[in-house]
């Protein structure tokens, strides 16, 4: 499974995708959690797995957000993970595709795109 940024509107050559975030995804709710965040499936968007649901429980609204959103998240999780690498699995791989993900949003936030996380199986 990979966790990927979908923005709004496109940017050509940017792309951001991680194997390391869904493996720690757990840890990471338990992480975001005890730091009062927002779980990151708060941030995603689930409409390419509508036709996997039945009517009544797929996604009407893609929801997007704001850049800074998703950086102030990264940050304060970074920062958390920094100070505690048991928390996750994987700790440097998951630290390095955070610090990517973080300079995809920096380039969306500079060129007015909007973001959701997405998965794919």
Same mark, same amino acid.
């Given at each position: 499974m990979l966790y990927y940024l979908e923005l709004d509107p496109k940017i050509p050559d940017l792309d951001f995708e991680s194997s390391a975030f869904?493996?720690?995804? $757990?840890?990471?709710?338990? #992480?975001?959690?005890r730091l009062g965040l927002p779980s990151h499936f708060e941030r995603f968007s689930y409409a390419a797995q509508n036709d996997l649901c039945?009517?009544?429980?797929r996604e009407t609204k893609t929801p997007w957000f704001?850049?800074?959103?998703? #950086? $102030?998240?990264?940050?304060?999780?970074?920062?958390? #993970?920094?100070?505690?690498?048991?928390?996750?699995? $994987?700790?440097?791989?998951?630290l390095s595709d955070f610090a990517e993900c973080s300079a995809a949003l920096h380039r969306a936030k500079a060129e007015g795109s909007k973001w959701h996380f997405a998965m794919d199986f």
């Amino acid at each position: 499974m990979l966790y990927y940024l979908e923005l709004d509107p496109k940017i050509p050559d940017l792309d951001f995708e991680s194997s390391a975030f869904p493996n720690a995804s $757990d840890h990471l709710t338990a #992480i975001a959690q005890r730091l009062g965040l927002p779980s990151h499936f708060e941030r995603f968007s689930y409409a390419a797995q509508n036709d996997l649901c039945p009517p009544e429980h797929r996604e009407t609204k893609t929801p997007w957000f704001d850049p800074q959103v998703g #950086i $102030d998240w990264l940050n304060a999780m970074s920062n958390h #993970i920094r100070s505690n690498p048991t928390s996750v699995p $994987d700790t440097e791989r998951l630290l390095s595709d955070f610090a990517e993900c973080s300079a995809a949003l920096h380039r969306a936030k500079a060129e007015g795109s909007k973001w959701h996380f997405a998965m794919d199986f």
